[in-house]
């Protein structure tokens, strides 16, 4: 009999099943979840001992949201993000930070399956650090990049005009065209070449964070 459950959350159906079947690999008892409604229905019926959650789970509430909800019904549960994005900054909605003691791993670090087993086995035992939190890693794409650059590559990404991307932030055409300048050189697209740059910079961009993080939705939200 299995002596540690674990609830993996992940939009991604292909990929759910893949992180469950290499939990069950490892001994794991694992209930699996498309979204966060029949991820709350799940905690609230098991209590798993750990949860392995994406943060951008397309329109709606984040893994955040959820992390929130799992930290109230369900202190002591050990949590690891598992998403692509390079750190909660590029998340779809603004973060103002995450619990406390939980993983944040990177899907690019799944090559290495113990990666993820020895996060989930640290977060479940309260005994997190740095080298699970990937987040943190000074060597982590767009590490550098300023909150306001984020913002600006966000917003191309969801197909904003120059324009509408001014008038969201509240700053003239010109200064928002600049900050559009800036952001492309941050992440390495040279305006001054041939090509579209915005095109390149929003391709750069995607091939980062991922598409559905780029996408425009109304985030609703939790209850």
Known sequence: MTSRLVLVVEDDALLRELIATALEVRGYAVQTAGDITEAKRILRSVDP???????DLGPGPTGFDFAKIVCKEAPGTGIVFLTQLPDPR??????????????YIRKSALADLNVLYD?????????????????LDIERPFAKLTAKQIEVLKLMAQGRSNAQ????????????EDAIRRACAAIGIDGSTEGNTRARAVAKYISVVGMQSAKLEDQVSLN
């Open 49 to 55: 001992d750990g949860v392995v959650l994406d943060i």
């Open 90 to 103: 590029f998340a779809p909605t603004d973060q103002n930070g995450m619990p406390t003691g939980v993983a």
């Open 119 to 135: 996060a989930l086995d640290v977060a479940m035992r309260g005994q997190v650090t740095k080298l699970h939190r990937h987040d």
């Open 165 to 176: 991307i001014a008038s969201s932030r509240g700053t003239s055409l010109k200064a928002t």
